[in-house]
Nanobody, 115 residues
Framework: QVQVVESGGGLVQAGGSLRLSCAAS????????MGWYRQAPGKQRELVAD???????HYADSVKGRFTISRDNTKNTVYLQINSLEPDDTAVYYC?????????WGQGTQVTVSS
């Protein structure tokens, strides 16, 4: 079993920055793609960004230029640097780690942006 734990969320003013972290641990053989989704109140969960084990990144159009995803393969950890935060970024941010054909999810970390 693989455990995924997110950290780094919080309350921040619009225009501020946060750095989210997500670490995978447990029965790890080879973690593939890792990424972040978010779910705002009353909305569906949406992909924010993901990154392959080789470092290829993909972003949702709504966050391009403001969010940066990166990872440390030696630590099985993925990061999400969030700049120029907007109230619409308020959501629970969920991390996932893919191993073989399974996605393992964290419990989520709350990001709240005040205007």
């Amino acid at each position: 079993q693989v455990q995924v734990v997110e950290s780094g969320g919080g309350l921040v003013q619009a225009g501020g920055s946060l750095r989210l972290s997500c670490a995978a641990s447990g029965r790890i053989f080879s973690i593939g793609t890792m990424g972040w989704y978010r779910q705002a109140p009353g909305k569906q969960r949406e992909l924010v960004a993901d990154i392959t084990s080789g470092g290829i990144t993909h972003y949702a159009d709504s966050v391009k230029g403001r969010f940066t995803i990166s990872r440390d393969n030696t630590k099985n950890t993925v990061y999400l640097q969030i700049n120029s935060l907007e109230p619409d970024d308020t959501a629970v941010y969920y991390c996932y780690a893919r191993q073989r054909w399974l996605d393992y999810w964290g419990q989520g970390t709350q990001v709240t942006v005040s205007s």
